[in-house]
C-alpha cells in the first residue's frame, strides 16, 4: 500500500530521511502539502514565501515522476481521507519542534496508530535533536557557550542524495492547485517588490551554500557585521522552510574548515545557535509566548501597539538611521541583516521601551526567514529577558554602531531615500510597498528622532534601576 508523504518545513529533495526511507521501501509514494489552521495562521510574508516554495517543490517532484498533492483542511481528518482515497497504510513526515506543531502531530501519531496506520516521525530538521544534548546533570542547555562545546565534535550523519525517482500510485488523488490558494492574499505590502529578493528553492541554495563557501566565508568573520556587504549565506529563507538541510551546510562549511578557510568555524557556530534556538524551544516553550526569565512580567513594558512610536518603529519612521534603514530593508526584501536586527530590536525595547513581543510579532509578519525558534530567541536576547540574553543594561547607541559598522553608510543609503538627490532604487521601492495610508512620499524631510538616542537610553536605564526583581 502507498506511503503518504506529508511535506511541511521540509520543501527539499536530497538529505530527507523519511523521503528516502519512504522511497527506499519501494512502495508508491504519494506527496502531500496540507494548508491546515498552522498554516492559515503564519504571518503574511511567511505565507507568501511557503505558497512559493510548494509551488517550486511541487515542480522539483514532477520533475521525479511524482507530485505533490494539494489539500486544505483539518490535517487529522485531511490525511483520514486521502487514506481512505489511496488505501495508504503508513504516513510519514520530518519532525517539528515548536509546541502547536507538536501538540499537532503528537494528536495525529495517536489517531493514526489506533487506526493501524504506520505513522513515523524522522529527523532532518535539525543535527541534535533536543533531548540529546544534555547537562553534566541531565539538564537542558541555558547558555550558548557550554551548548557549542558539547556538540562540536559530534558525529552529524552525512547528507543523503536525493531519490532517482519517487515511486508513484497506480492513479493520483485530487489536489487544489496552488494558485487558488493565494498564498500572497495577506502581502498587500507588494508581493511584487519582495519577489526579486527571494532565493527560491533547493537548487538555489546549494548554489548559494556553493558560492557562499567558495568566496566570502575567508572574509566571513568581519564582513558578517557589515549590513552594507552581502557577505553572509543568506540561506536562512531555505532552512526556514527546509529547502537545504542543517547537515548540508555543516558538512559543506567542515569541509571549507578543513581547506584552511577562516571565517568557517563562525559560519558552523551560527548553524548551531539556531540548533541552540530549538534546543531553547524545546525546553522551554514559553520562550515564544512570555518572558523566559519569569521576573521580567513585572517590567513596565508598553504592551500597546497603537503608540505613534510603535507605529513609526514599524515604519521604519523614527529618525534613527540604522533602525529605519533595517525596518525598511525587511520590508521591501523580507530580510533584515543580522546586525539590523539587533540594533531594532534593542532600540524597540530599550529606547522605547516596547515589549519585544510587539517586534516579535512583526517580524513574524514580514520576515521571509520567519523561523519559531530563532525569532523568539533573538528577541529575547536582544531584550534582556531570555537565556544567555545581553544583559538589558547594555543598550546599543544606534549611532556609534552606524559609525562602526556602516562607516560609508553604504546600508542607510541603500534604504533611506528622504534629503537625498539621487536615491538608491531599493530606498524608493520601500515607498512603492508601503500602503498609502503610511501617508509617507520620497519627498519628504527624514524626520528628527522620536526618541534621540541619550533620553532613551537615560529613560531605559532608570526603568531597569526602578524594577522590582
Ligand atoms: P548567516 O550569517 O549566513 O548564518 C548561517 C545560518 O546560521 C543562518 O541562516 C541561520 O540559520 C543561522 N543563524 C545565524 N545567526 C543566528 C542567530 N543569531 N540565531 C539563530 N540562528 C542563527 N533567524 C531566522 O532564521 N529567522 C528569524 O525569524 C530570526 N529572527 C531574529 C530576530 C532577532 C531579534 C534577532 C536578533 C535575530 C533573528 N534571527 C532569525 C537570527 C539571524 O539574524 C538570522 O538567522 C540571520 O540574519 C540570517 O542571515 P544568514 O542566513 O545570511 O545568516
Known amino acids: 500500500s502507498p506511503i503518504l508523504l506529508w511535506f511541511r518545513r521540509d520543501l527539499r529533495l536530497s538529505d530527507h530521511p523519511a523521503l528516502d526511507a519512504a522511497c527506499k521501501s519501494g512502495r508508491p509514494v504519494i506527496p502531500v502539502f496540507i494548508r491546515d489552521d498552522l498554516v492559515d495562521g503564519l504571518g503574511a510574508a511567511p505565507k507568501f514565501r511557503l505558497g512559493l516554495g510548494i ?37 510519514y513526515w520530518t519532525r517539528a519542534y515548536d509546541p502547536d506543531s507538536t501538540a499537532r502531530d503528537t494528536r495525529i501519531k495517536q489517531a493514526l496508530k489506533d487506526a493501524e496506520i504506520d505513522a513515523r516521525s524522522f529527523g532532518g530538521h535539525l543535527m541534535f535533536e533536543p533531548w540529546t544534548v544534555e547537562t553534566k546533570t541531565g539538564g537542558f542547555y541555558k547558555v550558548y557557550t557550554p551548548f557549542w562545546k558539547a556538540v562540536k565534535d559530534r558525529d552529524v550523519d552525512a547528507p543523503l542524495s536525493a531519490p532517482g525517482t519517487i515511486p508513484a500510485p497506480d492513479s493520483w488523488p485530487d489536489s487544489d492547485a496552488i494558485a487558488d490558494w493565494r498564498m500572497d492574499a495577506a502581502m498587500d505590502r507588494g508581493a511584487q517588490i519582495v519577489r ?104 513596565p513594558w508598553n504592551e500597546d501597539e497603537r503608540l505613534a512610536e510603535v507605529k513609526a518603529w514599524k515604519q521604519g519612521r523614527t529618525g534613527i538611521p540604522f533602525v529605519d534603514a533595517a ?14 536586527r539587533m540594533i531594532v530590536a534593542s532600540y524597540l525595547t530599550k529606547h522605547l521601551l516596547c515589549h519585544w513581543k510587539i517586534g516579535m510579532r512583526w517580524f513574524e509578519d514580514c520576515l521571509i526567514d520567519w523561523d519559531p525558534a530563532s525569532n523568539a530567541m533573538g528577541w529575547q536576547w536582544s531584550a534582556g529577558s531570555g537565556p544567555d540574553a545581553t544583559p ?78
Open 196 to 299: 526579486p529578493f527571494v532565493q527560491l528553492g533547493e537548487g538555489a541554495a546549494q548554489s548559494r551554500l556553493g558560492a557562499f563557501l567558495a568566496h566570502k566565508v575567508a572574509e566571513y568573520d568581519t564582513t558578517r557585521d557589515l549590513p552594507g556587504v552581502d557577505g553572509t549565506s543568506c540561506l536562512s529563507e531555505n532552512l526556514a522552510l527546509g529547502e537545504i538541510s542543517p547537515h548540508q551546510c555543516w558538512h559543506a562549511g567542515m569541509r571549507a574548515l578543513n581547506e584552511g578557510k577562516s571565517g568557517a568555524e563562525t559560519f558552523l557556530k551560527e548553524l548551531v545557535w539556531r540548533e541552540f534556538a530549538y534546543h531553547l524551544l524545546h525546553h522551554t516553550p514559553r520562550i515564544a509566548t512570555s518572558n523566559w526569565r519569569e521576573e521580567w512580567e513585572a517590567f
Open 392 to 469: 538589558y543594561f547594555r543598550v546599543f547607541n544606534p549611532e556609534t554602531q552606524l559609525d562602526k559598522f556602516d562607516k560609508n553608510r553604504d546600508y542607510a543609503g541603500r534604504w533611506i531615500a528622504e534629503g537625498r538627490a539621487n536615491p538608491h532604487d531599493d530606498a524608493l521601492a520601500y515607498f512603492d510597498a508601503i500602503p498609502r495610508q503610511w501617508g509617507m512620499s520620497a519627498d519628504d524631510a527624514y524626520p528628527d528622532p522620536i526618541v534621540k538616542p541619550g533620553d532613551g537610553r537615560k529613560r531605559a536605564l532608570e526603568a531597569y534601576e526602578n524594577r522590582n526583581f
Open 55 to 91: 509551488e517550486h517543490f511541487g515542480g522539483s517532484l514532477a520533475d521525479k515522476g511524482s507530485r505533490l498533492i494539494l489539500r486544505q483542511g483539518d490535517a487529522l481528518e485531511t490525511l483520514q481521507e486521502l487514506i481512505a482515497q489511496t488505501g495508504a497504510g503508513a504516513v
Open 327 to 340: 525596518l525598511r530593508e525587511m520590508y521591501v526584501t523580507g530580510r533584515m541583516h543580522n546586525r539590523g
